[in-house]
């Protein structure tokens, strides 16, 4: 009698267990990419998306939406400069433009990492809400700015009300960036960091995302969920092939163990669109994002997805 009630057993077994996962709580993965400048890496990212069904939040740096010609538009707290040059041309600007609409179309989110990608650690608030207007301005003018035609009729309604985050270029935050955050229409700031995945908390009116610190190679010493930090740590900063793949098994298995680590909290991953040492760090996070972001109890989403994901759901 035992065999033949087994499968019953088996079908209430599984059918129980479908029920209890269907219950909890989805474990979230936020990835991120700053400065979003290369084309192809545009292309590449969205292209994970489609496969995966992710969704990303692009940093988006305003000079790159400046030519040679035009960069003169912008005028920040450290004068008419950039840290990280501006766009190589007005084809460059309208490629890059069109990447950023039809993302956004796609699903994703833009948000700020401000305009000339400088050490603001600094500024006081009066600097930082200058460096806030100046990229909402060159956003919302980008188009006319460089002479560049077929502006998307919503594009300017896009640039003035969907720009929910920001994130410091070096994650490099003081009390000035406190003060103008407060005073600005940001929902979130991703500026910070914590030692483990942990759940972003509201403080005066704008949500806190700090980036983990994550185990990481044969000691498991702690190290950023960011691309950079990987490759200062695996090469010194200096460009390698990464020919044995070591570099990009090591990026994995950190991104992997962090998942299966973060408990309730999102784990967040974020990337810049260089390949550092032979595109380890990228070749890492598709196959992370293949094997996480498909999963039925995973959401991959956008910084903003998560904060309305969340706030729909009961305490």
């Not at 129980?16 to 545009?42: C, H, K, M, N």
Request: proline share 5%; glycine share 10%.
């Amino acid at each position: 009698m035992a065999s033949l009630r087994s499968p019953v057993v088996l079908l209430l077994a599984s059918l129980t267990a479908s029920a209890t996962a269907a219950e909890r709580p989805p474990r979230y993965v936020l990835i991120s990419f700053d400065g979003a400048r290369d084309i192809a890496q545009w292309e590449r990212s969205r292209s994970l998306a489609r496969r995966t069904g992710a969704h990303f939040t692009y940093f988006l740096s305003c000079v790159n939406l400046l030519t040679p010609e035009t960069k003169s538009a912008y005028r920040g707290p450290e004068g008419a400069k950039s840290n990280v040059g501006f766009a190589a041309s007005r084809d460059d600007v309208a490629a890059r433009l069109r990447q950023i609409w039809t993302a956004r179309l796609e699903g994703h989110e833009m948000a700020s990492h401000g305009c000339g990608h400088f050490d603001g650690g600094q500024w006081n608030a009066a600097e930082w809400k200058e460096e806030f207007g100046e990229f909402s301005r060159i956003l919302a003018d980008a188009w006319t700015l460089n002479g560049i035609p077929h502006e998307p009729a919503g594009w300017r309604a896009f640039a003035g009300n969907d720009i929910a985050g920001f994130r410091a270029p070096y994650l490099a935050i003081g009390p000035g960036l406190d003060k103008a955050l407060r005073a600005t229409a940001f929902a979130y700031d991703a500026s910070t960091v914590s030692r483990d995945p942990e759940t972003p908390a509201e403080r005066g009116g704008v949500t806190r995302f700090a980036l983990p610190m994550i185990a990481e190679g044969p000691d498991g010493r702690r190290i950023l969920a960011m691309d950079y930090n990987l490759f200062v740590r695996h090469s010194g900063g200096f460009e390698r092939a990464d020919s044995d793949g070591a570099f990009e098994e090591r990026a994995y298995r950190a991104f992997v163990d962090a998942f299966e680590a973060q408990g309730g909290a999102p784990l967040q991953i974020g990337l810049h669109f260089t390949l550092m040492n032979g595109g380890a760090y990228w070749r890492a996070l598709e196959r992370f994002a293949d094997d996480v972001c498909r999963k039925p109890d995973v959401r991959c989403v956008s910084y903003a997805d998560y904060l309305r994901e969340t706030a729909k759901r009961p305490s």
